[in-house]
Nanobody
Framework: QVQLVESGGGLEQAGGSLRLSCAASVRTFSSYQVGWFRQAPGKEREFVAAITIRSGNTYYADSVKGRFTISRDNAKNTVYLQMNSLKPEDTAVYYC????????????????WGQGTQVTVSS
């Protein structure tokens, strides 16, 4: 069983920064690709960023390129999403998700989901 637990959400002003963490309880962390999705009130869930654990290859949605950075710490089985230059439109529930695949294939179709963490950006 794969378990994903997000943390680090909160309230931040426009232009500020937050770092989200996704702790994964898995046997072989390197066998997965892990991504972040977000869902704002009244809107569909959208892809944000993804990373392959084995190689560190990354992919970003156009809306966050240059502002967000996804990374991983293999020793801690943890994936991070560093969010800089936050905008009010970044307000959403952010979900960590994983797929058992060593290669990064876009679009990411996850097999496992976390419970989400709220990010609110005020103007």
């Amino acid at each position: 069983q794969v378990q994903l637990v997000e943390s680090g959400g909160g309230l931040e002003q426009a232009g500020g920064s937050l770092r989200l963490s996704c702790a994964a309880s898995v046997r072989t962390f390197s066998s997965y690709q892990v991504g972040w999705f977000r869902q704002a009130p009244g809107k569909e869930r959208e892809f944000v960023a993804a990373i392959t654990i084995r190689s560190g290859n990354t992919y970003y949605a156009d809306s966050v390129k240059g502002r967000f950075t996804i990374s991983r710490d293999n020793a801690k089985n943890t994936v991070y999403l560093q969010m800089n230059s936050l905008k009010p439109e970044d307000t959403a529930v952010y979900y960590c998700a994983a797929k058992r695949s060593a290669a990064l294939i876009i679009p990411l179709k996850p097999d496992y989901w976390g419970q989400g963490t709220q990010v609110t950006v005020s103007s």
